[in-house]
């Protein structure tokens, strides 16, 4: 494997586990919106949940950025130029979201107003975030010699952006719904467990058609894409089954315990799905970056600079590990922080 | 305006704005883990009310430090692109390392407030040391790239542009790392201590009980004894990191001290503006031969002056009066905290006599003042660098983005850098008026 093979395959690995855990904590901010004072306490779990954890999940979102600026500087330069707009956009969401969060733990006066920002800005956060995948498939950048820019009334009026945003929403929506489900049967909250996994049951079809529909309005542009996305077929196939076991799990009753569905199960298996779709997704995307203008072999950085990265990514991980696991502990298993009313 | 002077207009003001809740977000967690081991040391319950309630306003003002420093790192690539390109393959490596001690912060800070009730004691030490130590991490690891910048190391560039003979560890142990990043360090230590200081001097401002005024002049005495200590020391340093660009960066030094020609017992120019017209320190004072000593230690020390180069290289004149500003309130701030200090020694201790007002007015001044002093010296770090963005290497023009767009989102951050602070302020004041020290000490006893 060359040395840039091996640095887009962090980067997608370090997408995928962001792409997952963002779902989670703005479908979370979401469903805490939506379920705000909801008898079932579906509402409080989602927000049980997202108090400790959103600060880590938007670290994840600087360590994003920080690794691509790393590994594909020329990479940064381009997304850092096209993507200007957008990104302020999302930055400001962010900014206000996060200040919310901190200050209604403060002064409970300002909880309505948090649920609110912190519900709405969980689908437009995210919306932002999936538009990256229409523009580096190619059609949506002018290029005027040297310098680079977003077509934006183009892409405003593409129905592929809207496609898109409707599949990361679904996906959204979903996999928060599953992960809350199982968060609220390991909770022992058992109405609120029953809420989301009817929302999961509704979701988990419409993401898989609003991913369809997304491959068949493919912008002329983005044909190279699908051509590449047929020779990966068996990801997608694999990953179809991961979904049918996750879905059917939803069914699966639990062993000598009343209560129906295994969400643990489904939850795993889905995301086993997404993963499956996200290897095919990204073999089909090489050698780009951004169609045409950017491969990984121009954008990639200095060799001497990705090994010593490489290394400092193993040592940090070994060393924040048992941070990680304390933290797990304290606040996804610990039954005195998830039983309480 | 051009697209470059808005580019830094736009990305001063974010980091301006962030480097005060910064500030902040390294300085309290020292003093949260000092209150937290003098309680357990003394068993004075006072220290611990210290510690929780500079938690909580640790807390809030954690809340703006993330996201305005999410906004920082993100519109490096936003709004420096080309700078952006040299930094991923040069000195990307503390970034990294950087985002592993902001995991290290935010883990320990949310174990810390939302899990504390869980926790036995030591490990609620544990919890805002690792804090503590994830904050002033995140600020040196920073601060590595801000050095390079000033004294670029590890790398060969071409005149085409293309970089090679890459030493990441080189670039981030440049000449000035040391000295620069431990100067950051120290000074937001520094102002942490005297943020606190100004606190507890406007609360022994008014009349109030004998135990809350106690409580107080606690407080007051801890936190000036580190801000004394963290004053001298940042004065060391500082003069320390002036040698270092009598060394590396002569024609910033020379702009600082507004200097034309090159000589030995250069003179020290204190106060005064540089005139451009008849290019010389005007209405300053002039100590004979002590730039030439402060440079190098010696009095026949050789500082060169601007002349000796190229015009369209010489930093603005105005970082002159930046650099004194900075001088200037540092060396104000160790004389109050140690004229405070030796009052409350004499006068306060043996002789059981209050604070004076107008020394309690000059302490309440101390926070704001040293904060102040930290916007400055960025300030004079970043414009007397130009019109370089990586010194020698790359200029601001080159590092900017070309995008025309700036205006419009520099406007809507500036709402929202304003809409934050008053948030802050507002918060802050709401949650302490609602829980007052006298609540904190009721729930302590009952």
Redesign the interface.
């Known amino acids: 494997m060359s040395e840039e093979v091996l640095a887009i395959l962090m980067m997608w690995t370090f997408i995928f586990i962001y792409s997952i855990f963002g779902s989670i904590d703005f479908g979370a901010g979401f469903w805490a919106m939506i379920y705000n004072n909801h008898k079932t306490m579906a509402g409080r779990i989602a927000n049980r949940f997202l108090?400790?954890?959103w600060?880590?999940t938007?670290?994840f979102?600087?360590?994003l950025?920080?690794?691509f600026?790393?590994?594909?500087?020329?990479g940064?330069?381009?997304?850092?130029?096209v993507?200007?707009?957008p990104?302020?956009l999302i930055?400001?969401l962010?900014?206000?979201?996060?200040?919310f969060?901190?200050?209604s733990?403060?002064?409970q006066?300002?909880r309505r107003t948090m649920f609110i920002i912190s519900g709405i800005s969980g689908l437009l956060i995210p919306s932002l975030l999936i538009a990256v995948l229409p523009i580096s498939q190619g059609g949506f950048i002018a290029v005027d010699g040297d310098?680079q820019?977003l077509l934006l009334s183009k892409l405003l009026t593409s129905p592929t952006l809207y496609l898109y945003v409707l599949f990361g929403l679904t996906s959204e929506l979903y996999l928060s719904s599953l992960f809350l489900a199982d968060y609220a049967r390991v909770s022992k909250k058992e109405d609120a467990y029953r809420l989301y996994r009817s929302n999961a049951i509704l979701l988990g079809p419409l993401t898989l058609i609003s991913a369809l529909f997304t491959l068949l309005f493919i912008t002329p542009e983005s044909r190279w894409l699908i051509d590449n996305l047929m020779d990966q077929k068996i990801w997608f196939i694999l990953s179809l089954v991961a979904f049918l076991i996750a879905y059917f799990s939803l069914w699966w009753p639990k062993q000598n315990r009343p209560g129906i569905g295994r969400p643990r199960l489904t939850l795993l298996a889905t995301v086993l799905q997404y993963g499956l779709a996200s290897v095919g997704y990204g073999l089909a995307h090489l050698p780009y970056i951004v169609y045409p203008d950017l491969t990984i072999y121009e954008a990639f950085?200095?060799?001497?600079?990705f090994y010593?990265?490489m290394i400092?990514?193993i040592v940090?991980l070994a060393?924040?590990a048992p941070?990680?696991y304390?933290?797990w502990r304290?606040?996804l298993k610990?039954k005195?922080?998830l039983q309480q009313e | 305006m051009d697209t470059v002077v808005l580019a830094r207009a736009f990305f001063g003001t974010s980091l301006g704005f962030h480097i005060i809740f910064a500030t902040l977000g390294v300085g309290l967690p020292l003093m949260i883990v000092i209150a937290e081991i003098i309680h357990q040391v003394k068993g004075d319950n006072d220290y611990a009310i210290m510690a929780k309630r500079w938690t909580?306003a640790f807390?809030?003002l954690?809340?703006?430090a993330?996201?305005?420093?999410?906004?920082v790192?993100?519109?490096l690539?936003?709004l420096w692109?080309?700078f952006?390109?040299?930094?991923?393959?040069?000195i990307?490596?503390p970034?990294?390392?950087?985002?592993?001690a902001?995991?290290?912060e935010?883990?320990?800070?949310?174990?810390y407030?939302?899990?504390a009730d869980?926790l036995p004691r030591y490990f609620r030490l544990i919890s805002v040391f690792?804090v503590a130590l994830g904050a002033v991490a995140s600020a040196i690891l920073i601060s590595a790239v801000n050095t390079w910048m000033n004294t670029p190391d590890g790398?060969k560039i071409k005149p085409d542009g293309t970089?090679?003979d890459?030493?990441?560890?080189d670039a981030f142990f440049n000449p000035s790392f040391l000295s620069s990043s431990f100067h950051v360090a120290i000074t937001a230590y520094m102002t942490g201590a005297f943020a606190v200081a100004s606190v507890a001097a406007f609360k022994l401002l008014k009349k109030r009980p004998e135990r809350e005024r106690a409580y107080h002049l606690k407080g007051l005495f801890m936190s000036l004894t580190v801000a004394l200590l963290m004053s001298f020391v940042s004065a060391v340093s500082g003069h320390h990191s002036a040698q270092i660009l009598h060394q590396h960066s002569p024609e910033k030094l020379a702009a600082a001290e507004g200097l034309f020609e090159t000589q030995r017992y250069a003179p020290l120019a204190i106060g005064g503006y540089t005139d451009p017209k008849t290019e010389e320190v005007k209405y300053g004072i002039e100590i004979p031969w002590a730039l030439s000593w402060l440079a190098a230690g010696k009095f026949d020390t050789e500082v060169k002056g601007l002349y000796e180069f190229p015009r369209e290289t010489w930093p603005p004149f105005y970082v002159h009066t930046l650099f004194n500003l900075m001088v200037g309130i540092g060396t104000l701030l160790l004389g109050l905290a140690a004229v405070a200090l030796a009052y409350w020694w004499f006068f306060v201790k043996r002789k059981g006599k209050p604070f004076p007002k107008w020394l309690l007015w000059s302490l309440v001044l101390s926070g704001p003042l040293s904060m102040l002093g930290i916007e400055f010296g960025w300030v004079f770090s970043c414009s007397g660098r130009q019109p370089w963005t990586i010194y020698r290497v790359q200029t601001t023009a080159e590092a900017a983005?070309?995008?025309e767009?700036?205006g419009v989102?520099f406007l809507?951050?500036l709402g929202?850098y304003a809409?934050?602070s008053v948030?802050t302020v507002l918060?802050l004041t709401?949650?302490f008026k609602?829980n007052p020290v006298s609540k904190d000490m009721e729930k302590l006893q009952s």
């Open positions: 108090s400790p954890t600060e880590i938007n670290t979102l600087v360590l950025v920080v690794a600026v790393g590994f594909f500087p020329k940064a330069y381009t997304l850092g130029t993507m200007l707009v990104v302020s930055l400001f962010l900014a206000i979201r996060s200040a969060m901190v200050f733990y403060s002064v006066g300002y310098t820019s950085t200095a060799p001497e600079t010593s990265l400092m990514y940090g060393i924040l941070g990680f304390i933290f304290l606040f610990d005195r922080y | 909580k807390a809030v954690l809340g703006v993330i996201p305005s420093g999410t906004i790192g993100v519109q690539s936003l692109p080309g952006m390109e040299i930094v991923g393959k040069v990307s490596l970034f990294q390392i950087e985002i592993f902001f995991f290290l935010a883990l320990f800070m949310s174990i407030v939302y899990a869980r690792f790398f970089i090679y890459v030493s990441p560890w983005t070309k995008n767009d700036l989102l809507l951050f929202l809409l934050l948030l918060i709401a949650y609602r």
